[in-house]
């Protein structure tokens, strides 16, 4: 299969302690997006990546949440010193865009973090 | 900022009945309009809508944008129990940096009741 997927699927961890998501896109996709979603509202923006370089940030998004997508494949989102807000349902999406045009997003399944 | 709201937040019908979903929006700078199909999982993209009056449709469902009035609104005719599901509503921007970004509205959750 090659949809975009999510490991590991559940987390569930103390507060305080860090915790780390990966993202594997579609492999012709260029641009990969981080959404975060709690329950009975949409998935709310946090980041994308065209390639390797991060284009945008959410303002919503703290200092304890980095990004990263290193060889403009894989990516990996960080949540350090969790906090209980932090229990969300984190979506990886990918997509293929030039210039202004992006293509429709592809969903992975999502990781879900339970912070105790 | 970008803001997507949808209505009803909720609807609950019986097979065979013909639902509308409402999307409306505000954005800077407008690219596409989106929908999907959200079954416990990740979204199911459904449909991209570009430009105003033209409808797209597949099988049972249909949508079309008004880009003067700042909404869309998605059709499912002869609902069945496999239509129950979050359906959200999505813009894209095309100003600056932005895009890549889709901007969600809150969701409809559907219910259809055999």
Same mark, same amino acid.
């Given at each position: 299969?090659?949809?975009?997927?999510?490991?590991?699927?559940?987390?569930?961890?103390?507060?305080?302690?860090?915790?780390?998501?990966?993202?594997?896109?579609?492999?012709?996709?260029?641009?990969? +997006?981080?959404?975060?979603?709690?329950? %009975? !509202? $949409?998935?709310?923006?946090?980041?994308? &990546?065209?390639? /390797?370089?991060?284009?945008?940030?959410?303002?919503?998004?703290?200092?304890?949440?980095?990004?990263?997508?290193?060889?403009?494949?894989?990516?990996?989102?960080?949540?350090?010193?969790?906090?209980?807000?932090?229990?969300?349902? +984190?979506?990886?999406?990918?997509?293929? %865009? !030039? $210039?202004?045009?992006?293509?429709?997003? &592809?969903?992975? /399944?999502?990781?879900?973090?339970?912070?105790? | 900022?970008?803001?997507?709201?949808?209505?009803?937040?909720?609807?609950?019908?019986?097979?065979?009945?013909?639902?509308?979903?409402?999307?409306?929006?505000?954005?800077?700078?407008?690219?596409?309009?989106?929908?999907?199909?959200?079954?416990?999982?990740?979204?199911?993209?459904?449909?991209?809508?570009?430009?105003?009056?033209?409808?797209?449709?597949?099988?049972?469902?249909?949508?079309?944008?008004?880009?003067?009035?700042?909404?869309?609104?998605?059709?499912?005719?002869?609902?069945?129990?496999?239509?129950?599901?979050?359906?959200?509503?999505?813009?894209?921007?095309?100003?600056?940096?932005?895009?890549?970004?889709?901007?969600?509205?809150?969701?409809?959750?559907?219910?259809?009741?055999?």
């Amino acid at each position: 299969d090659t949809g975009v997927s999510q490991d590991p699927r559940h987390k569930i961890t103390k507060r305080g302690q860090n915790v780390t998501f990966r993202c594997d896109p579609i492999s012709e996709h260029n641009r990969l +997006y981080w959404y975060r979603q709690t329950l %009975g !509202q $949409g998935p709310e923006f946090l980041t994308y &990546f065209q390639n /390797e370089a991060q284009l945008e940030k959410s303002r919503l998004l703290s200092d304890r949440f980095s990004a990263e997508r290193p060889k403009g494949s894989f990516s990996t989102l960080e949540i350090q010193r969790t906090e209980q807000g932090d229990s969300a349902m +984190y979506l990886c999406a990918s997509s293929w %865009g !030039q $210039g202004f045009y992006t293509g429709e997003l &592809f969903f992975g /399944e999502g990781s879900r973090l339970t912070v105790l | 900022e970008d803001k997507v709201v949808q209505s009803p937040l909720s609807l609950v019908v019986h097979e065979g009945d013909t639902v509308t979903l409402n999307c409306s929006y505000e954005v800077t700078n407008f690219r596409s309009l989106l929908w999907y199909k959200q079954e416990k999982k990740a979204p199911t993209f459904l449909f991209m809508l570009t430009s105003s009056g033209i409808e797209k449709k597949s099988g049972r469902l249909s949508s079309i944008l008004d880009k003067k009035e700042l909404f869309s609104i998605l059709n499912i005719t002869a609902t069945q129990t496999g239509d129950s599901a979050v359906y959200l509503c999505a813009v894209g921007n095309a100003g600056g940096t932005s895009y890549g970004k889709l901007t969600f509205g809150q969701g409809t959750i559907l219910t259809v009741h055999p």
